[in-house]
Structures are given as structure tokens and as C-alpha cells.
């Protein structure tokens, strides 16, 4: 069984997380942007890790050392950054920054299992709402965020330098509802089911 978890970014993994915002961005930020993000109060910077659950790589260790006087420990025990997501806390507002899934793990569910846990998180703040911008040919992204509760409230002509795309500006309100707690519990029902048949165990820090 693999194993994601969804946990903040520490400094030894700052080098592998500016390699995926490479593949996927093309250098969104740099080396110094995520040092600071990382030691910012009002940032929440979030990995999603695959390997194995410690309780699942000792077991597996201790079947190795039971039939084996050279065992080799399991390869899948080796973390690999998969996916990256960041919110700025500003004020009431929950401003989501980036939400990144690396290439090869695309249409398994990630994004919405990280997309959870920032809510989450902006809900644990106690921020009042959430926004985002997403490019207008971003079709899968605005299905993602669609299903999360956002709405379109405006649009930034030519925001994407590189090809003068425009960014539709996001929102979703009600963070601090009575019922948005149960929201939440429902989202990570779904999330944990989407990645459950793609053959993941999710697991949240």
C-alpha cells in the first residue's frame, strides 16, 4: 500500500521542494522565497510525502532481519515529495498561493487532499474566507476548486507574465460557519475515498 502524508515543510527539504516548483512552475519562487515562507507566522507551507507509514516500514523491517542476516531496507521507506501547497493568512482571509502536484502523480486526487488541508488549516486560524487565483485555461484546477465551494469574483487581465494569460480571482466565504466543520469532515471522507481507489493510505499531520 503507498502512503501520502500531508505534513509542513521543514528546512532540510527546502532543495527537493524548489526542484518540484521547477517541474511544475518553472521556478515560481526561488531557494530565499521558500526559506522565507518557511519561516513566516503567517504562512502555511504543506508537503505531500509518499512512502510508508513508520508502524508499516518497521514491520516490514522486522520481517527482513527475521528472515535474513543481510537484510536491505524497504525502498518504498524513502520519502519523495509529491505534492506542495501554501495559504497566506492575511488578516480574515485565507490566501491560497500555490497548490502544486508533481507531474506523475496528476488525476490520483492529491490536489484535493491538499486543498482540504489548507481549508482546514484556515479554519483552524480561524480566517473568515479563502481566494485564490487560477489561470482561465486551467480547466482541471477550476473543477477542483469548483467542488470546494469557490466562486469567480473578478479577473486579473494579462497576470501570467509568461504567456499574458489572464487569472480568474476565486472565493469561498463561510470558513467560520457552524456547519463548515462538518464540511470539512465530509471533504476528507471524499479525499481519503479518491486516493483509497487510486491505491493510497492519506494520512494528515
Known amino acids: 500500500m503507498n502512503f501520502l502524508e500531508l505534513k509542513p515543510l521543514t528546512a532540510e527539504q527546502l532543495s527537493a521542494v524548489v526542484e518540484l ?79 502544486a502536484v508533481h507531474p506523475e502523480y496528476r488525476g490520483l486526487g492529491l490536489g484535493q487532499a491538499m486543498l482540504y488541508a489548507l481549508l482546514k488549516s484556515a479554519w483552524e486560524r480561524g480566517l473568515e ?9 486551467n480547466q482541471a484546477a477550476r473543477s477542483l476548486y469548483e467542488k470546494f465551494g469557490f466562486e469567480e469574483v473578478g479577473r ?24 463548515f466543520k462538518q464540511t470539512l469532515s465530509d471533504w476528507y471522507f471524499t479525499a481519503s475515498h479518491r486516493l483509497a481507489a487510486s491505491g493510497f493510505t492519506f494520512s494528515v499531520f
Open 156 to 179: 486579473r487581465r494579462h497576470y501570467y507574465k509568461d504567456t499574458g494569460e489572464d487569472a480568474l480571482i476565486l472565493w469561498r466565504g463561510g470558513l467560520q460557519k457552524p456547519e
Open 21 to 99: 516548483d521547477k517541474l511544475c512552475f518553472g521556478e515560481l519562487w526561488t531557494l530565499d522565497g521558500y526559506k522565507r515562507e518557511l519561516e513566516s507566522p503567517n504562512s502555511d507551507l504543506l508537503i505531500m510525502v509518499r512512502g510508508q507509514s513508520s508502524a508499516i516500514a518497521q514491520e516490514l523491517s522486522n520481517r527482513e532481519l527475521s528472515a535474513s542476516n543481510n537484510p536491505t531496507f524497504p525502498p518504498d521507506n524513502v520519502e519523495t515529495i509529491v505534492g506542495l501547497c501554501c495559504l497566506w493568512a492575511i488578516l480574515e482571509e485565507a490566501h491560497i498561493t500555490i497548490l
Open 129 to 137: 474566507w479563502a481566494t485564490l487565483e487560477v489561470r482561465t485555461s
